[in-house]
């Protein structure tokens, strides 16, 4: 079969520790020809997770995001976090001793009335498992989350995701284009957040 051929594979330019040590950047400038499969890259640092989105060839184009385990003793494995839908996503990730989080914006139809969300996932790094999956979206659909940046705080426990979007998230504090949503106890329970835009 030559699907294989067809399929590009893009991974974000964090890596995350899977045993939540630091945190290392990738210059992109290092990534050269990464439309390529199998093109070469900067050497990762160290056992660890990945972001990436795989590029599903058809019309309209489709995004698979997955988490994926690289460079570690273990046979590489990953886990499918969602798709997107005719939307190249956003994706980011961060990590602590509690596990890592993935942030995705997404389209779940390429009609033009469906909005663009933010998935925030809670991925256990050493089996992989989805631990807890929530979405953000603007209120009725009515406006897209165009980002959303994870950040664990000092604490260790509250998650605070930050980004930009159109529309009204639904319980926002304020009002504008940006938005902050914390959300307390994320990796061991299933509080909603507070949303503050400005």
């Not at 067809?6 to 990534?31: E, Y």
């Amino acid at each position: 079969m030559r699907n294989s051929s067809n399929i590009i594979q893009l991974c974000v330019v964090l890596l995350v520790t899977a045993c939540g040590g630091a945190t290392a950047q990738r210059d992109p400038a290092d990534a050269q020809g990464e439309d390529a499969p199998g093109a070469a890259t900067s050497e990762l640092l160290s056992c660890g997770l990945i972001i990436t989105r795989v590029v599903n060839p058809g019309v309209p184009l489709t995004y698979t995001i997955r988490v994926q385990r690289v460079n570690c003793t273990v046979p590489p494995e990953s886990v499918v976090l969602g798709n997107s839908i005719g939307h190249d996503p956003v994706l980011s990730l961060v990590s602590s001793e509690l596990g890592a989080v993935a942030t995705y914006t997404q389209k779940q139809s390429v009609s033009g009335s469906s909005p663009v969300t933010l998935g925030v996932v809670h991925v256990d790094p050493e089996t992989l498992a989805i631990v807890r999956s929530t979405n953000l979206a603007v209120y009725l659909g009515r406006g897209n989350i165009s980002s959303g940046t994870p950040r664990i705080e000092a604490d260790g426990t509250t998650l605070t995701v930050s980004g930009t979007k159109s529309g009204v998230l639904l319980g926002e504090v304020g009002g504008g284009s940006h938005y902050v949503a914390t959300y307390p106890d994320f990796f061991t329970s299933t509080l909603a957040p507070t949303l503050v835009a400005y």
